[in-house]
């Protein structure tokens, strides 16, 4: 029976991976699920990691019932900038609603259709032994030719995910600086490959919508706008902050991100999957 890996390369414990095996083997029995793993492709969210966007609110987490209070049971509240963690940006976020001619502005009307599907996993993270700090690589056409002429072609649907290791940042207190505050704000660390608006058009005219990338931002360290607002006026949906991608293999699975449904949003935490056949 397969373990369920977590956040950060942690594995669930064998009492964790009997009831999520079945969960999905009553699924599958119910429904034809062809699926038998689940990967969690999310960071925690935790008032200790940087997954808030310096500058923005950082996450906090408060209690308001506990049972060392006295009280009879327990629940705490918490308070997030919309872009914390793993989370999909919306056209509010960088597009006037005078701007943009799509059929959907807000977080909660994002289609829930555009963010699952073939999921193809492009491994850039040799462009990180290229990077200056406070800059980031860009991921050009050419990378992803050659991925598809060694892999497979990307197709209308898919979605494209950028590889590069950065989340690994984050499970180490002495690296966590260079995650986004380092190449961000400090400017003494290298910043993440991201792809160039070429790749962008290069892979929505192979019809995909959907992107994701396991960095704080799919646009650049020293500045992000132009390609936000270049993708965004596409209605092209980004999923950021991913995490676990070196656990999936590059193609075969199925991603799905499922965004909290916040309304008048510019962008939603969320929890990202990618669903396979363990082998």
Known sequence: MASIPMAHGYVASNEEACVNDKILNNVGNHMHWPFDELVDLSVPISRDLPVSWPGHHGFEHTKWRSFNAGDFYQTSYFTMDEHCGTHCDAPAHFMRPEEFAGSYYYGDLLPLDLMHGPLKIIDVRSLCTTSHDGISPEIEPEVIRSWEHSHQSVESGDIVVFFTGWDRLLS??????????????????????????ATIDYLHDKGVHCFGVDTPSMGASQGGMALHRHALSKSLIFVEGLANLDLVPSTGYHFMFLPVKLELSTG??????????HS
Not at 172 to 194: C, F, I, L, M
């Open 172 to 197: 180490d207190s002495g690296t966590r600086h260079q995650y986004v505050d380092g190449p961000v704000v400090e400017k003494n660390a290298p910043g993440w490959p991201v792809p160039s608006i």
């Open 268 to 277: 939603c935490p969320g929890r990202a999957i990618a669903l396979g056949v």
